[in-house]
Structures are given as structure tokens and as C-alpha cells.
């Protein structure tokens, strides 16, 4: 059984930082890319930043030089240092994880950021 368990989402104050987990077990292939996705009441799901088995980063323009996402491939783990925050970051983040085969998602991660 797949699960993608993400954690360390919560209500933080403008300026302030938190840090996301999300941890990967049951996916039978290699994990080549793990991601974050935010989304917003009323808006679309939006790729905030991805990096790959190689260590290969890659971040929206919104949060460059503030997020920073980091993973243990031996764990299947992925995380999100996310500094600086603003009201604007608030939303529902999920992890993704992608093999050859397919993505699966996270449950999803509530962060609040309070001006």
C-alpha cells in the first residue's frame, strides 16, 4: 500500500519559518523526482518546488531564495524549509512522488501564515 504522510504544516506568523516532512513508503520503483504543491482557497495547485534523485533543485519564482528542499533518498523523504513566509504562501501543501510509472500524492499539510 502506498502512503505519502506529510507533516510540519501549521499557523506561523508573517516573517516566521516552518519545515515539512513527508515521508514515502510502498512504492514499489524508484522515486526519480519528489515535489511540493501548494494550493490555495480558489486557486489551482501549483508546483512550489521539485528535485530529483540526483539532487537536482528546481523552485517556483515565488518562493526562490526562500524555500529550500532538501530529501533522503534512502528514507524516501522529502522536506521543505520554507523561511520569510508571507500571508500569500498560506494554502494546503502535498508532496508528490514520481516513478516511470506513475505520481502519488500526499494527504495534504495545512499552513497558515498570519499578517
Known amino acids: 500500500q502506498v502512503q505519502l504522510v506529510e507533516s510540519g504544516g501549521g499557523l506561523v506568523q508573517a516573517g516566521g519559518s516552518l519545515r515539512l516532512s513527508c515521508a514515502a513508503s510502498?512504492?514499489?520503483?524508484?522515486?526519480?523526482?519528489m515535489d511540493w504543491y501548494r494550493q490555495a482557497p480558489g486557486n489551482e495547485r501549483e508546483l512550489v518546488a521539485s528535485?530529483?534523485?540526483?539532487?537536482?533543485?528546481n523552485y517556483a519564482d515565488s518562493v526562490k531564495g526562500r524555500f529550500a528542499i532538501s530529501r533522503d533518498n534512502a528514507n524516501n523523504t522529502v522536506y521543505l524549509q520554507m523561511n520569510s513566509l508571507k500571508s500569500e504562501d498560506t494554502g494546503v501543501y502535498y508532496c508528490?512522488?514520481?516513478?516511470?510509472?506513475?505520481?502519488?500524492w500526499g494527504q495534504g499539510t495545512q499552513v497558515t501564515v498570519s499578517s
Open positions: 510502498g512504492i514499489r520503483y524508484s522515486i526519480n523526482v
Open positions: 528535485i530529483t534523485s540526483g539532487g537536482r533543485t
Open positions: 508528490k512522488a514520481q516513478t516511470w510509472a506513475a505520481g502519488y
